[in-house]
């Protein structure tokens, strides 16, 4: 029964994931035909970051979750619940590191010094 829970919220959010990937996709593509390219374009996609950025981010969090499964694992102490807290803390401590690593990368980019 808790899988029927589960199911319909995730295809829900995956179809409004999709249709927002296929309009922003159509949008760009739009603005490239139309020539309006620059950074009018760059202010429409802040969320656009390099690949090197976006490899560190979910490298950061799967080691988080690898950190936060072998301290579950290891410890009789935690519970199955125990252990989806601290997979997601550690999850999210992973995110807010990478935040603030892609924080400075970005002001070195704004003010000239990044490579």
């Not at 309009?23 to 760009?28: E, G, K, L, Q, W």
């Not at 139309?34 to 009018?40: C, D, H, I, Q, Y």
């Not at 996609?45 to 690898?66: D, T």
């Not at 999210?92 to 704004?110: D, S």
Request: hydrophobic residues 50%.
């Amino acid at each position: 029964m808790g899988e029927e829970i589960v199911i319909v919220p995730a295809m829900f959010f995956a179809c409004v994931w999709i249709v927002k990937i296929v309009t922003d996709s159509r949008t760009r593509n739009r603005l490239i035909d139309k020539g309006l390219v620059g950074e009018g374009v760059k202010n429409l996609y802040p969320g656009v970051v390099s690949p090197a950025l976006s490899n560190l981010k979910w490298g950061l969090v799967l080691l988080g979750i690898g950190v936060a499964s072998m301290i579950a694992f290891w410890s009789p102490a935690i519970s199955e619940e125990g252990t989806l807290g601290l997979i997601c803390v550690f999850a999210g401590v992973a995110f807010l590191i990478y935040f603030a690593i892609a924080n400075q990368h970005e002001k070195e980019q704004r003010s000239g010094t990044g490579n």
